[in-house]
């Protein structure tokens, strides 16, 4: 079993960029699929990007494609969402999460994901 911390998070102006960081403080993920999801106040949460066990396959949600990447670096024990050309729409609590185990192929649904972190603040401002 696995612990989460989510860094990186702050304020931005529209079309800044932030990266993210997503640590295992606890156990390893190294054979997990990674997923980042975010939360906006009276929103549910909803799937952004996921990234295969062995970093070659991604996945993102349609809303961040061309903007957003996800990648990891298992020797860290981290995941990375490098946040570009942000939109006061992406304003939400950015939180992380472990997947299926050797999987390729991306799943979305909530529901699949487990131990997940406590989430950083992303705000944009126009």
């Known amino acids: 079993q696995v612990q989460l911390v989510e860094s990186g998070g702050g304020s931005v102006q529209a079309g800044g960029s932030l990266r993210l960081s997503c640590a295992a403080s606890?156990?390893?993920?190294?054979?997990?699929?990674m997923g980042w999801f975010r939360q906006a106040p009276g929103k549910e949460r909803e799937f952004v990007a996921g990234?295969?066990?062995?970093?070659?396959?991604?996945d993102y949600a349609e809303s961040v494609k061309g903007r957003f990447t996800i990648s990891r670096d298992n020797r860290k024990n981290t995941v990375y969402l490098q946040m570009n050309s942000l939109k006061p729409e992406d304003t939400a609590v950015y939180c992380c999460?472990?997947?299926?185990?050797?999987?390729?192929?991306?799943?979305?649904?909530?529901?699949?994901?487990?131990?997940w972190g406590q989430g950083t603040q992303v705000t944009v401002s126009s």
């Open positions: 606890e156990g390893t993920v190294g054979t997990y699929t």
């Open positions: 999460a472990v997947g299926p185990r050797f999987r390729s192929g991306i799943v979305t649904e909530t529901t699949e994901y487990r131990s």
């Open positions: 990234v295969s066990w062995t970093g070659v396959n991604t």
